[in-house]
Nanobody, 123 residues
Framework: QVQLVESGGGLVQTGGSLRLSCAASGRTFSSQAMGWFRQAPGKEREFVAAISWSGTITYYADTLKGRFTISRDNAKNTVDLQMNSLKPEDAAVYYC????????????????WGQGTQVTVSS
C-alpha cells in the first residue's frame, strides 16, 4: 500500500517556476515507478512525466520536454516535478501516481493516486 500526498501548488505568473513534491508513505514506494499527471477544467487527465523505480529512466509528454523535470529520492520517499517557463495552459490540478512501470503510467494505469494540487498560472 502506498499513500501519496502532493504539495507545492499555487499561483505563479507566466514564465515563472514551481516545484511540486509528492510525499509517499508505504514500504513499496521504492519499487514503484512514479508519475505526474494533470487535469485542467473540462479536459481529460493527461500524462506529464514518469520516472522509473531507480530514478535512472525518465519520460515526458512531448509538449513538456525541456520545461519540466521529474526526480525522485527513494531515501526520502519523495518525487518532485520542477516546472519552468510556465504558461497559462499549464494551469491544472496536478496528480502524483505510482505504477508498475513507466509504460503503464504513460497509458494512465496507476496503482495509487494522490489527491492533487492546484497550479494556477496568471497571464
Amino acid at each position: 500500500q502506498v499513500q501519496l500526498v502532493e504539495s507545492g501548488g499555487g499561483l505563479v505568473q507566466t514564465g515563472g517556476s514551481l516545484r511540486l513534491s509528492c510525499a509517499a508513505s508505504g514500504r513499496t514506494f521504492s519499487s514503484q515507478a512514479m508519475g505526474w499527471f494533470r487535469q485542467a477544467p473540462g479536459k481529460e487527465r493527461e500524462f506529464v512525466a514518469a520516472i522509473s523505480w531507480s530514478g535512472t529512466i525518465t519520460y515526458y509528454a512531448d509538449t513538456l520536454k525541456g520545461r519540466f523535470t521529474i526526480s525522485r529520492d527513494n531515501a526520502k520517499n519523495t518525487v518532485d516535478l520542477q516546472m519552468n517557463s510556465l504558461k497559462p495552459e499549464d494551469a491544472a490540478v496536478y496528480y502524483c501516481a505510482a505504477g508498475d512501470n513507466i509504460a503503464a503510467l504513460r497509458r494512465g494505469v496507476a496503482n495509487y493516486w494522490g489527491q492533487g494540487t492546484q497550479v494556477t498560472v496568471s497571464s
